[in-house]
Protein backbone atom coordinates (compact mmCIF):
# COMPACT_ATOMS: atom_id res chain seq x y z
CA UNK A 1 0.00 0.00 0.00
CA UNK A 2 1.08 3.61 -0.89
CA UNK A 3 -0.08 7.25 -0.86
CA UNK A 4 -1.25 7.99 -4.51
CA UNK A 5 -3.37 11.58 -3.69
CA UNK A 6 -3.37 13.55 -0.49
CA UNK A 7 -5.01 17.24 -0.79
CA UNK A 8 -5.27 20.73 0.77
CA UNK A 9 -8.33 22.75 0.66
CA UNK A 10 -8.52 26.36 -1.50
CA UNK A 11 -10.40 29.44 -1.49
CA UNK A 12 -9.57 30.12 -5.47
CA UNK A 13 -8.60 26.72 -7.82
CA UNK A 14 -6.62 29.24 -10.42
CA UNK A 15 -4.68 31.10 -7.73
CA UNK A 16 -3.76 27.94 -5.49
CA UNK A 17 -2.48 26.66 -8.96
CA UNK A 18 -0.13 29.80 -9.97
CA UNK A 19 0.87 29.60 -6.22
CA UNK A 20 1.76 25.88 -6.11
CA UNK A 21 3.74 25.97 -9.32
CA UNK A 22 4.89 29.35 -10.34
CA UNK A 23 6.24 30.25 -6.82
CA UNK A 24 6.34 26.60 -4.65
CA UNK A 25 7.95 24.54 -8.37
CA UNK A 26 5.29 22.02 -8.25
CA UNK A 27 4.18 21.18 -11.99
CA UNK A 28 0.26 20.97 -12.79
CA UNK A 29 -0.82 17.24 -13.14
CA UNK A 30 -4.45 16.56 -13.79
CA UNK A 31 -7.10 18.91 -14.44
CA UNK A 32 -10.83 17.97 -15.49
CA UNK A 33 -13.31 20.31 -15.26
CA UNK A 34 -16.35 19.41 -13.25
CA UNK A 35 -18.86 22.44 -14.12
CA UNK A 36 -17.56 25.69 -11.51
CA UNK A 37 -14.19 23.82 -10.28
CA UNK A 38 -12.13 21.25 -11.54
CA UNK A 39 -10.42 17.90 -10.42
CA UNK A 40 -6.74 19.69 -10.06
CA UNK A 41 -3.34 18.01 -8.92
CA UNK A 42 -0.05 18.89 -9.11
CA UNK A 43 3.19 16.78 -8.38
CA UNK A 44 6.87 17.15 -7.85
CA UNK A 45 8.82 18.10 -10.84
CA UNK A 46 11.17 15.11 -9.09
CA UNK A 47 8.63 13.18 -8.83
CA UNK A 48 5.93 13.44 -11.75
CA UNK A 49 4.54 10.09 -11.47
CA UNK A 50 4.76 9.99 -7.24
CA UNK A 51 2.35 11.56 -4.67
CA UNK A 52 -0.39 14.20 -6.12
CA UNK A 53 -1.34 16.90 -3.86
CA UNK A 54 -5.22 17.66 -4.78
CA UNK A 55 -5.96 21.18 -4.67
CA UNK A 56 -9.54 20.72 -3.43
CA UNK A 57 -12.01 23.27 -3.09
CA UNK A 58 -13.18 24.53 0.25
CA UNK A 59 -16.65 25.31 -0.75
CA UNK A 60 -18.16 22.59 1.74
CA UNK A 61 -18.35 24.73 5.47
CA UNK A 62 -16.89 22.15 7.04
CA UNK A 63 -13.98 22.43 5.13
CA UNK A 64 -13.87 25.79 5.42
CA UNK A 65 -14.00 25.70 8.79
CA UNK A 66 -11.32 23.07 9.45
CA UNK A 67 -9.30 25.32 7.57
CA UNK A 68 -9.79 28.44 9.12
CA UNK A 69 -8.97 26.70 12.17
CA UNK A 70 -5.97 25.15 11.87
CA UNK A 71 -4.60 28.80 10.10
CA UNK A 72 -6.49 30.48 13.50
CA UNK A 73 -3.76 28.30 15.91
CA UNK A 74 -1.28 28.38 13.49
CA UNK A 75 -1.32 24.77 12.28
CA UNK A 76 0.04 23.77 9.18
CA UNK A 77 -1.86 21.37 6.66
CA UNK A 78 1.04 19.53 4.69
CA UNK A 79 4.60 19.50 5.10
CA UNK A 80 6.68 19.42 2.16
CA UNK A 81 10.26 18.49 2.25
CA UNK A 82 13.05 20.38 0.40
CA UNK A 83 16.90 19.95 0.25
CA UNK A 84 18.02 23.32 1.94
CA UNK A 85 15.12 25.15 4.30
CA UNK A 86 17.44 28.07 4.55
CA UNK A 87 17.48 28.25 1.36
CA UNK A 88 14.09 27.91 0.41
CA UNK A 89 13.28 30.65 2.71
CA UNK A 90 15.51 32.93 1.42
CA UNK A 91 14.18 32.09 -2.41
CA UNK A 92 10.40 32.17 -1.33
CA UNK A 93 10.85 35.26 0.81
CA UNK A 94 12.46 37.13 -1.96
CA UNK A 95 9.28 36.53 -4.11
CA UNK A 96 6.77 37.51 -1.50
CA UNK A 97 6.25 34.85 0.12
CA UNK A 98 5.17 35.71 3.91
CA UNK A 99 6.19 33.03 6.61
CA UNK A 100 5.03 32.83 9.99
CA UNK A 101 7.99 31.09 11.85
CA UNK A 102 11.03 31.45 10.34
CA UNK A 103 14.05 28.39 9.85
CA UNK A 104 13.88 26.70 13.15
CA UNK A 105 16.50 23.83 14.56
CA UNK A 106 13.97 20.73 15.94
CA UNK A 107 16.03 18.63 16.66
CA UNK A 108 16.10 15.97 13.54
CA UNK A 109 14.76 18.65 11.23
CA UNK A 110 14.84 22.31 10.21
CA UNK A 111 11.58 23.67 9.42
CA UNK A 112 9.89 27.21 8.54
CA UNK A 113 6.00 27.72 8.24
CA UNK A 114 4.38 29.70 5.17
CA UNK A 115 1.10 31.09 4.30
CA UNK A 116 0.35 29.61 0.95
CA UNK A 117 -2.20 32.59 0.44
CA UNK A 118 -5.20 30.22 -0.40
CA UNK A 119 -5.94 30.00 4.01
CA UNK A 120 -3.16 27.26 4.49
CA UNK A 121 -0.42 27.29 6.54
CA UNK A 122 2.08 25.00 5.01
CA UNK A 123 5.77 23.55 6.53
CA UNK A 124 8.81 23.32 5.09
CA UNK A 125 11.06 20.65 6.38
CA UNK A 126 14.75 19.69 5.83
CA UNK A 127 15.77 15.90 7.53
CA UNK A 128 19.19 16.34 9.04
CA UNK A 129 21.43 14.00 7.97
Known sequence: MRI???SVF???????LRFYTDV???QKKTEVPLGGHSWLTVVSPDEPDGVELVLEPNQHPAAK?????LAADGIPVNSFAVDDVHAEFARLSALGVRFTQPPADMGPVITAILDDTCGNLIQIAEYKD
Not at 10 to 16: F, H, R, T
Not at 65 to 69: G, M, N, R, V
Open 4 to 6: NLT
Open 10 to 16: VDEQDKA
Open 24 to 26: LGF
Open 65 to 69: AYQDA
